[in-house]
């Protein structure tokens, strides 16, 4: 997340707008799936006839991503004056913004955006302002320039995230020295940049710790897999393999698994799966960052209803990251 001013507020009246044939079912409360008018995935939760929100999640290939897709969802059936669709991007900036842009030529009544990255989202905010038609991110952010023209985002400070990853990774895996190989997610995607700046901002205290290896897995479990595998056979040093996603943190083990290296090297991941979780309880894996997917998707069709509704909302909802051990697992049992 960048650097929001969380004391400004934005006020946003917004008025009625027709809806174009197509947008919504204007059948009873529930979900329905076929094919998005911009080529993509397309489901809709159907309050039957009420204002329309245009929600584009980036994908939703990954165990973290589909529990946001599943916030969104379980919100829609509790907001049955809203007609929610959904579309989802495959990662594909350009893809995302002809999504946009068909919201637009619909005249949805607001877009909830989850950016491919920060750059390319900027043109598909601008698209929308132009329009008239009110747009705020969730979960990952547009540039700060961009940011400043969306009512409000909802989600985590990513920054906050690597922070925390970093302290643990430092004082409680390293004790102050060692050697690092850095798994990161997809390269100009917010939350590579903002876990990276987090991480990086804490390791310069710590002069004694070198990240020697780097690499980029698209947060992809095969994908972490290889590149690990590739890492155990190039013989450099690792004390700690440190991750910016789930599935990437369980590839890295699965390498290790086969390598018989689980428990020589330590893994360190940000956010979380079932497979992560069963890794932490038996100490495969020495911690998680919790993010709080279900809630950040819940979030943006609630904060959505309100900036309907003319509501005040903060231009920045948070939803804290939290640091998860083996000590403290169970406190996260059904929330990812």
């Avoid at 903002?194 to 780097?214: F, S």
């Avoid at 950040?296 to 948070?318: F, N, P, R, S």
Wanted: charged share 25%; with cysteine.
């Amino acid at each position: 997340m960048k650097h929001l001013a969380k004391k400004m507020i934005a006020f946003l009246m917004c008025g009625t707008m027709a809806l174009a044939a197509g947008c919504g079912n204007n059948g009873g409360s529930g979900t329905s799936s076929g094919s998005g008018n911009a080529g993509g995935s397309n489901s809709s939760a159907s309050g039957g006839g009420g204002k329309v929100v245009g929600v584009i999640l980036n994908h939703t290939q990954d165990v973290f991503m589909k529990n946001v897709e599943r916030g969104v969802k379980e919100a829609a059936e509790k907001y049955p004056d809203l007609d929610i669709k959904i579309v989802e991007s495959g990662q594909d900036p350009a893809k995302q913004l002809s999504q946009v842009e068909e919201f637009i030529s619909e005249k949805v009544d607001i877009i909830a955006l989850n950016p491919t990255n920060q750059e390319a989202s900027a043109t598909a905010i601008d698209e929308a302002e132009k329009a008239g038609i009110p747009i705020f991110t969730f979960n990952t952010t547009s540039t700060d320039e961009a940011q400043a023209k969306c009512v409000t985002y909802v989600g985590s400070d990513a920054i906050e995230s690597g922070r925390i990853q970093g302290r643990y990774v430092a004082e409680e895996i390293l004790h102050g020295k060692g050697k690092i190989a850095y798994i990161q997610g997809i390269v100009g995607h917010q939350a590579q940049i903002d876990r990276e700046k987090g991480l990086q901002e804490i390791l310069a205290d710590y002069p004694d710790i070198e990240i020697v290896l780097d690499g980029a897995a698209n947060f992809m479990q095969d994908e972490a897999m290889q590149l690990t595998e590739n890492w155990l056979q190039s013989g450099n040093d690792i004390d700690v393999i440190v991750c910016q996603g789930s599935d990437m943190a369980y590839g890295a083990y699965l390498a290790l698994q086969d390598a018989n290296k689980v428990g020589e090297i330590a893994i360190s991941a940000i956010d979380m799966s079932d497979d992560v979780a069963k890794c932490i309880a038996d100490g495969s894996i020495a911690n998680s960052v919790f993010q709080d997917a279900i809630g950040q998707g819940k979030g943006a069709i609630e904060y959505a209803d309100k900036i309907l509704k003319g509501e005040q909302v903060e231009t920045y909802i948070d939803i804290p990251y939290e640091l998860v051990t083996k000590d403290n697992l169970a406190d996260y049992d059904g929330r990812y």
